[in-house]
């Protein structure tokens, strides 16, 4: 089974750096350096996206006083530091908020995470994932959620700290855990589409995993919810960091007990039993498979394969 898409490997997070407060002054001293700018957590590419080229703007230090953006003054943090050196990303929206005049100033175009990601680089993609839900986070949690003052950056952007010192509380990045599940009956394979799909678009089933349940009460609930199925030994496989805006998808597969399907008509359209063997010709007959960067391609193809 290879590396799954987001899937960092070989990043140091260097958190002793990260708790300095003189990292960025650190960082920016190194030849090595390299610098990723964003807007509102999306990454910015070297071509706009109706030129169908897909490239990261990647800028070492030297570049940075020549831009027509002052980006001292945008949100910095720190990814970590890989086999190529140290990586900083940096979102401009702060600094200039209107997404097209950014792009003026810049050139290139902020590329929408689901449509220009694919093209990229696993390491690269991993890294523009990382920053996005970083990003994401802070734009969400601008305020303390116990007093309601504003919260500082701290340590390199992985800690809010709430400006009120009589209150003085952290936070720290919230992970949204989620189960994705590939139900198997025999030879047979469940997928489903949900509303929200690409068009033409079947997927197996996937879920928020609850307060106070295990993963894998969490798989057997979902499937039942969703289509009235019930399952036995849920198996974990593999898990995918999923920056829409900040989950982890923990993957699972698990066998039928029943098969008789009783779509929820809310959250899944209609749900089918597949042999194995048809899979692959699904597009053929008009049906799209999950696109081949998600764990969902993944467990497809691993399970088709009988890999798992």
């Known amino acids: 089974m290879h590396r799954l898409f987001y899937e960092s490997v070989d990043l140091d997070r260097d958190a002793v750096l990260r708790k300095r407060d003189d990292w960025q002054q650190v960082l920016l001293a190194e030849e090595s350096l390299?610098?990723?700018?964003?807007?509102?957590?999306?990454?910015?590419?070297?071509?706009?996206?109706?030129?169908?080229?897909?490239?990261l703007v990647v800028l070492g230090a030297p570049a940075v006083p020549h831009l027509d953006v002052d980006l001292h003054a945008g949100q910095w943090i720190y990814l970590g530091r890989d086999e190529g050196g140290?990586?900083?990303?940096?979102?401009?929206?702060?600094?200039?908020?209107?997404?097209?005049?950014?792009v003026r100033k810049l050139g290139g175009g902020f590329g929408d995470m689901r449509t220009r990601m694919a093209n990229l680089s696993v390491d690269e993609a991993a890294l523009a994932a990382q920053a996005r839900a970083i990003f994401n986070w802070h734009q969400g949690h601008q305020f303390c959620g116990a007093c309601g003052h504003p919260n500082l950056v701290a340590e390199a952007g992985y800690r809010l700290q709430c400006s009120n010192p009589d209150c003085g509380k952290s936070h720290f990045p919230r992970t949204d855990p989620a189960v994705i599940m590939l139900i198997h009956h025999q030879d047979h394979v469940l997928l489903a589409r949900s509303p929200q799909?690409?068009?033409?678009?079947?997927?197996?089933?996937?879920?928020?995993?609850?307060?106070?349940?295990?993963?894998?009460?969490?798989v057997a609930r979902e499937v039942f919810e969703e289509v009235g199925v019930r399952i036995k030994r849920p198996q974990y496989v593999a898990s995918q960091p999923w920056p829409f805006p900040g989950s982890l998808m923990l993957g699972f597969v698990a066998e039928a007990e029943t098969t008789d399907l009783v779509p929820d008509n809310e959250e899944i359209e209609f749900a089918m039993w597949v042999h194995r063997d048809d899979v692959p010709n699904l597009p053929e007959k008009g049906i799209n498979l999950p696109r081949p960067i998600s764990i969902a391609r993944f467990l497809l193809e691993n399970w088709c394969a009988g890999h798992i």
Not at 207 to 215: K, M, N, R, Y
Request: glycine share 6%; charged share 25%.
């Open 197 to 218: 799909f690409l068009p033409g678009m079947v997927s197996v089933l996937a879920g928020f995993v609850e307060p106070g349940e295990t993963l894998e009460q969490a």
């Open 34 to 55: 390299r610098i990723l700018i964003c807007h509102a957590g999306d990454p910015l590419f070297a071509w706009p996206e109706d030129m169908d080229a897909h490239e």
């Open 86 to 102: 140290p990586v900083i990303a940096v979102d401009i929206a702060p600094v200039v908020a209107d997404r097209e005049e950014a």
